[in-house]
Antibody, heavy 114, light 110 residues
Framework: EVQLLESGGDLVQPGGSLRLSCAAS????????MSWVRQAPGKGLEWVAI????????QYADSVKGRATISRDNSANTLFLQMHTVRVEDTAVYFC???????WGQGTLVTVSS | QSALTQPPSASGSPGQSVTISCTGT?????????VSWYQQYPGKAPKLMIY???KRLSGVPDRFSGSKSGNTASLTVSGLRAEDEADYYC??????????FGTGTKVTVL
């Protein structure tokens, strides 16, 4: 059974940093590109970032470009998202998704507030 | 990277059909056959239903179908059932490893 389990969501002050993790199991993690998608409270889905299977290619949404870094550890089947200089508008549930969005985790809530 | 445009809401009675549109540009929906549709219940993760415009994920009822014409993709739900009441989102590949999601449509079964 495919499982994606996000963690690291927390209350963060504006201007601070966050690091999210996504532990994968049940599929060949190292063969799949992985993405982060977020959803602000009561709002729609927003694609955030993607990383290739090997980790050599990354791309970011304009809204986080320059502030976010997506990375992965294929030996540990884990995906990461680091973000600095966070803003109130970064408040959202962050989902990790794999294999062209076939697989989704349950999400982790990040709240940016003073 | 503008969101794809979907109607905020759609509704139908049980047994009827409802069609949701997803309008983008020639850079995303119109330029690639990588349009997907997702169903999301409140407080839950999205679930992929349709990928590559019209391919149903295994286990998805054939009441769900996808299509595309030009810069607009569509999801049709035939034979509406109470359990189809949910939020629906489209997404599209937008080139250069970018993706974009739709604004979302709330489907109500009357």
């Amino acid at each position: 059974e495919v499982q994606l389990l996000e963690s690291g969501g927390d209350l963060v002050q504006p201007g601070g940093s966050l690091r999210l993790s996504c532990a994968a199991s049940g599929f060949t993690f190292s063969n799949n590109a992985m993405s982060w998608v977020r959803q602000a409270p009561g709002k729609g889905l927003e694609w955030v970032a993607i990383i290739s299977a090997s980790g050599g290619i990354t791309q970011y949404a304009d809204s986080v470009k320059g502030r976010a870094t997506i990375s992965r550890d294929n030996s540990a089947n884990t995906l990461f998202l680091q973000m600095h200089t966070v803003r109130v508008e970064d408040t959202a549930v962050y989902f990790c998704a794999g294999e062209s969005f076939h697989y989704w985790g349950q999400g982790t809530l990040v709240t940016v507030s003073s | 990277q503008s969101a794809l445009t979907q109607p905020p809401s759609a509704s139908g009675s049980p047994g009827q059909s409802v069609t949701i549109s997803c309008t983008g540009t020639s850079s995303d929906v119109g330029g690639h056959n990588f349009v997907s549709w997702y169903q999301q219940y409140p407080g839950k993760a999205p679930k992929l239903m349709i990928y590559e415009v019209n391919k149903r994920l295994s286990g998805v009822p054939d009441r769900f179908s996808g299509s595309k014409s030009g810069n607009t993709a569509s999801l049709t739900v035939s034979g509406l059932r109470a359990e189809d009441e949910a939020d629906y989102y489209c997404s599209s590949y937008a080139g250069n490893n970018n993706y974009v999601f739709g604004t979302g449509t709330k489907v109500t079964v009357l």
